[in-house]
């Protein structure tokens, strides 16, 4: 099974570059984030020409996630157990039909959506940017993902054979070798601040990244401006962490580097692992397969 994530950077611009690339590289499931649009916006037809499920989570034209899948998704969910909202108070409607909101009724933004397919636990993220050091928004950066472990490190204490994979896109480049823009000071910038790395480096015990054992280097985002993609000044920040039971069964990952060339690219590429789901625990040979790192 082929198992992809992609920030696309608006779905509405980039549908026909989106459905083409899943369906030449035959990807079975694509989680996406910042796809900027409601449901109803969502240009469902080609996805679905193309033999693809939905199931989408927007509210306007910023953040959105969404996942496309030629399988059957199920225990579909938009929320985990704490995740903050951002913003100010929103007064609560007595019939319910305000925005969902968090327990001190700021508004839930759309960042996560959990499907499950083939007994897969699937998440397609899109951490809050953090926009600076000293603004509201690092603080509910850091608050989220550390609602995102906490409810982590309970799924896999409830379930510790879950096939768990946390996919998109992270805004954090955990290591100085993934971040090759020159524009961000590690300790100074967002991104590459010590909190941010320490509260990514806190996830390690309970998942790891299933790509880099198979794509050791190489970027996954690169601004529009200053020609970052001609020289090569990206950022790593764009990944699949997934449960040891997961990794287990992953047999070739990659990042796709060719999708930030052409015409109107997003400015991030696909990150895609391959799984063979038929390898059971007495099956998998550690000696077969790359040191899984993180």
Same mark, same amino acid.
Request: glycine residues 8%; contains cysteine.
């Given at each position: 099974?082929?198992?992809?994530?992609?920030? &696309?950077n608006? &779905?509405?611009?980039?549908?026909?570059?989106?459905?083409?690339?899943?369906?030449? *590289?035959? &990807? =079975?499931?694509?989680?996406?984030?910042?796809?900027?649009?409601?449901?109803?916006?969502?240009p469902?037809?080609?996805?679905?020409?193309? %033999?693809?499920h939905?199931?989408?989570h927007?509210l306007?034209?910023w953040?959105?996630?969404?996942?496309?899948?030629?399988?059957?998704?199920t225990d579909?969910?938009?929320?985990?157990?704490?995740?903050?909202?951002?913003?100010e108070?929103v007064q609560?409607?007595?019939?319910?039909?305000?925005?969902?909101?968090?327990?001190?009724?700021? @508004?839930?933004?759309?960042?996560?959506m959990g499907?499950t397919?083939?007994?897969?636990?699937?998440?397609?993220?899109?951490?809050?940017?953090?926009?600076?050091?000293d603004h509201?928004?690092?603080?509910?950066?850091?608050e989220?993902?550390k609602?995102?472990? #906490?409810? #982590?490190e309970?799924? +896999?204490?409830?379930?510790?054979? +879950?096939?768990?994979?946390?996919?998109?896109?992270?805004?954090?480049?955990?290591?100085?070798?993934?971040?090759? =823009?020159?524009?961000?000071? @590690?300790?100074?910038?967002?991104?590459?601040?010590?909190?941010e790395? *320490?509260?990514?480096?806190?996830?390690?015990? !309970?998942?790891?990244?299933?790509?880099?054992?198979?794509?050791? *280097?190489?970027?996954?985002?690169?601004?529009?401006?200053?020609?970052?993609?001609?020289?090569?000044?990206?950022?790593?920040i764009?990944?699949?962490?997934?449960?040891?039971?997961?990794?287990?069964?992953? &047999?070739?990952a990659?990042?796709?580097?060719? *999708?930030?060339?052409?015409?109107?690219?997003?400015?991030h590429?696909p990150?895609?692992? =391959? !799984?063979d789901? #038929?390898?059971?625990d007495e099956?998998?040979?550690?000696?077969?397969?790359p040191m899984?790192? %993180?």
């Amino acid at each position: 099974m082929r198992i992809a994530t992609w920030n &696309v950077n608006s &779905v509405r611009a980039r549908v026909d570059r989106i459905v083409d690339w899943l369906v030449r *590289e035959d &990807v =079975d499931v694509l989680g996406m984030q910042e796809i900027k649009c409601r449901p109803d916006q969502f240009p469902r037809a080609q996805f679905e020409a193309a %033999g693809y499920h939905l199931e989408i989570h927007g509210l306007n034209q910023w953040n959105g996630v969404a996942f496309a899948s030629k399988h059957e998704m199920t225990d579909v969910t938009t929320t985990f157990e704490g995740m903050p909202g951002f913003g100010e108070p929103v007064q609560p409607t007595l019939d319910g039909s305000g925005p969902a909101v968090d327990a001190n009724n700021i @508004p839930l933004e759309a960042r996560a959506m959990g499907v499950t397919v083939d007994g897969l636990r699937l998440w397609s993220l899109y951490v809050p940017n953090g926009r600076s050091l000293d603004h509201a928004h690092y603080a509910y950066k850091l608050e989220w993902l550390k609602a995102l472990r #906490t409810n #982590t490190e309970r799924w +896999l204490t409830e379930n510790p054979q +879950l096939r768990l994979a946390l996919m998109g896109d992270w805004n954090i480049a955990p290591t100085d070798a993934d971040m090759g =823009d020159p524009s961000f000071t @590690p300790g100074v910038s967002t991104h590459v601040s010590v909190p941010e790395r *320490e509260m990514f480096a806190s996830f390690e015990g !309970l998942v790891g990244d299933a790509v880099r054992p198979f794509a050791p *280097e190489g970027f996954t985002f690169w601004d529009y401006k200053q020609l970052r993609f001609p020289r090569d000044e990206g950022m790593r920040i764009d990944f699949i962490m997934a449960s040891e039971a997961f990794r287990d069964q992953v &047999v070739d990952a990659h990042i796709d580097r060719n *999708e930030r060339k052409g015409d109107a690219p997003s400015d991030h590429v696909p990150v895609v692992v =391959d !799984l063979d789901l #038929t390898l059971s625990d007495e099956e998998y040979e550690d000696d077969d397969m790359p040191m899984i790192f %993180g």
